[in-house]
C-alpha cells in the first residue's frame, strides 16, 4: 500500500511536473501540423506556377514562331482551321501578342521562362515585386518600341515588328525629340531602346547591371569583329 508521506514527496512532485511539462502538447502538435502544411502548400504551389510560366512560354514562342496572319483570331474571322502549331489558341494568342507589342513578346517569353525556372527549383526572384514589374513592362514596352522601325515584311498587318503600341509610343516621342536628333530621331529613339529593353530583360532574369553590360558589350563587339 501507498504511504500518505509518498504522496507529499517533493521528489515526487518534481518528478510530475517535469513530465507533464515534457508531455507532447496536442495543441501545439497541431499547429505545427498545420504550419507544415501551409509551408508545403506554398512551396508546391509556387513550383506548379513556375511549371506553367515554363510552359506557357514556350508554347507562345511555337505559336508565334507558326503565326499567319490569315489565321482565325480575334480580329480575323475565316472559315478555315488554323495553321498554327498550337491551333486556334496559339493563333489568337500570337496574333494578340504580335499585333500588339510585336517583338516585345520576345523580353516577355524570355522572362517568363526564366521566372518559372526559378520557382521550379524553389530559388529566389531577382528582385522585388514591385522593382521585377517595372522592369519587366520596360523590357517589353522597349522591345516594342525598338522594333518599331523593323520592317515587317508582311508578317504582320502592320508595316514594322513593334505593334501598335510600340508604333505609336516611338511616334509619339519621335514628335517630341524631333528638334534634338533631326532625321535621324527614329533611328536614334531604336538603338536606345533595343539597348534599355537588353539590359532590363537581363536584370529580370537574375543578372546584374554590370554584367548586362558587359554581355551587350561583348556582343557589339563580335558584331564589329564580324563586320
Known sequence: T????????????????????????????????????????????????????????????????TYRMDDPSLNTGSGQNAHNLMGSWGATWSDFFLQNIGLGVIPLMMIAFFMGRSMTNDDDLPHRPLPMTLLILTAILSGAIAAARLPSFGFLPQPYLGGAIGMMILNSLAGATQGIFGPWVHIILSIIFSTLSFLTTAMSIGLTLRNATARLLAILLMLIDGA
Request: some cysteine.
Open 2 to 65: 501507498r504511504r500518505s508521506s509518498d504522496l507529499f514527496n517533493p521528489d515526487r512532485v518534481f518528478m510530475s511536473t517535469r513530465l507533464s511539462a515534457t508531455r507532447p502538447s496536442y495543441t501545439q502538435d497541431a499547429h505545427h501540423i498545420m504550419t507544415y502544411i501551409k509551408e508545403k502548400s506554398w512551396v508546391l504551389t509556387r513550383r506548379f506556377v513556375g511549371i506553367l510560366l515554363i510552359i506557357g512560354s514556350i508554347t507562345l514562342a511555337i505559336s508565334c514562331l
